[in-house]
Every structure is written in structure tokens, then in C-alpha cells.
């Protein structure tokens, strides 16, 4: 018996389409049309939250008399939703065949659209089994990009879009967000930094050893004049920076303002209940 079509749209995806991921963004800043085409086929309607990692970073947020860790508002969100899909690998670390960070923690899927996933992607899960994985997703040091990503709906074949929202644990060397450099402005900035998140420098603690540098994938950290900067206007906030550094010399700073920005968007991010 035939397969679907859709397993074969995604190993595609899977052996080709991200390969080519750098070039595909790069071109949306050297033509109109080229941009129009896949903003509206793959980020049209797009609304991504960076959420950083909790690992080395020990400050709480006070909201409303209550504290929070920024990983909590990830757990808030999945402990609302009805319907859960873990996915089975990390599309983009078994893309690139990564050996720093575990394969096997992929996205989680939620919202009703999730129903729809495809076996060989996901499976459904309880809420239990998805805290636990954002647990393990901070103890091995990765960062948590919330949000409805069309390309997501794309790939997997799934819809409505707007019943779908992805929340991604990602690495610094395999992130499809990677690209955010190479990608035209109008579609970039659609991946938003926390309010209230900076992330701040202290240089005497640093050594000089260029990690953070090396994990940066928004292009925010730069060494001149034999000192790191930090560019707070390119930087998202994600955290791993923070902890690629084993010197304190960075750390992540927020205000009230953090927990409650978010809290209040995820209505308007995806319609969790049904549709």
C-alpha cells in the first residue's frame, strides 16, 4: 500500500529543504516577489515569543504576589490546553545530525489542529508527559521558542493554522531560527523578545573565551577591540548565552512586565480550546 503523501513531504523537508534553509532566507532580502512568496507560504500570520532558559539564571519574576520562572509561562500554557502532541525527534537536530543536544526532544504540538498530526510525527500526550519534557528541555540547556508558525501547519499538512501552536526547545548550532539573520526584516520580525527581558554584560567576569559568541544565533554578540557587546536590539532574550558562559560574566534581567506580557498574549496566539 502506497504511503501518504505526507511522509514523503517531510522527509524531503527532512533530507533537503533544510540544507538549503540559508540560501532559501538570504533571498527574500534580494527580491520582492521572492519575499512576498514565502512570507505568505510559510510565515503569513506568524506571531513567535522567545522564552528564555531557566539553567544559571536564578531570578524570579514577581507578578500579581506570585513568582514565576520564565519556563513556567511554557507549563501555564500546556497545562490549558486539551489537546497535546509530542513530536517523536527534533526535525532540526536530526536534520543536521546533532551530537551536542538530545535528537529525540522535539516540538511540542498544542490546540486542536494537534489531532491532526500524523503518527509518524507525534503522538499524543498527557500533560505530565509534556512538563516533564520541558524539564528535560532545560537540563540540557536549551531555550523555548513559543508561537503559531505557519510552517508548521505547512510541512505537517495540517489545519487550520490558527489551531496549532508550536512550542520549540531549541539548540544554538541546529535552530531552524538560525536563519534570522539571513531573513528580510519583514519576516523576521515576527520572532519578538520578551518585554521587560535584557541581558546584560558584566566584564570583569569575562574571560574572554568567545562561547557566547559562539552561541548567539541572532547575531547579537560581537568581539572588538578585544571585548565583547552585546546588542540588546538584536538580541531576543533566549538565554543561551547565559548558559554557554561558565564565568557569571552574563545574565538575563526582566520586570514584572515579562510574565504579564506574555500571560495576557496567549489568547491571542491560538484559540486553545475548540474550534
Partial sequence: MRRPRIVDFSRFIL??????????????????????????????????????????INKKIESEGSEFLPTDVIKEVIKRSNDIVLMNTCLCRTSNDCKDYPQDIG???????????????????????????????????????????RIDAVWMNVHPGKGLL?????????????VYPNLDSDISDKLEKLDGVSVKLHEENCKKCKKCLESCMFEAISFKDNK????????????????????????????????????????????????
Avoid: M
Fill in 15 to 56: 533530507k533537503y529543504i533544510f540544507n538549503w534553509r540559508f540560501w532559501i532566507a538570504e533571498i527574500t532580502k534580494k527580491s520582492k516577489i521572492y519575499k512576498k512568496i514565502i512570507d505568505f507560504t510559510l510565515f503569513k500570520d506568524d506571531e513567535i515569543v522567545v522564552i528564555p532558559n531557566t539553567i544559571n
Fill in 107 to 149: 516540538c511540542i504540538f498544542l490546540g486542536p489542529t494537534a489531532r491532526k498530526i500524523p503518527k509518524h510525527i507525534g503522538k499524543l500526550a498527557t500533560v505530565e508527559e509534556a512538563l516533564a519534557q520541558v524539564d528535560r528541555a532545560d537540563e540540557a540547556g536549551l531555550s523555548h521558542i513559543i508561537g503559531r508558525n
Fill in 166 to 178: 508550536t512550542i520549540c526547545h531549541c539548540c544554538p548550532c541546529c535552530c531552524l531560527w538560525k
Fill in 228 to 275: 565583547i557587546s552585546i546588542d540588546n536590539d538584536n538580541c531576543k532574550g533566549c538565554g543561551l548565552c547565559v548558559n554557554s558562559c561558565k564565568f557569571d560574566a552574563i545574565e538575563i534581567d526582566y520586570t514584572s512586565q515579562t510574565i504579564d506580557n506574555v500571560v495576557n498574549r496567549i489568547d491571542d496566539l491560538i484559540e486553545i480550546k475548540e474550534l
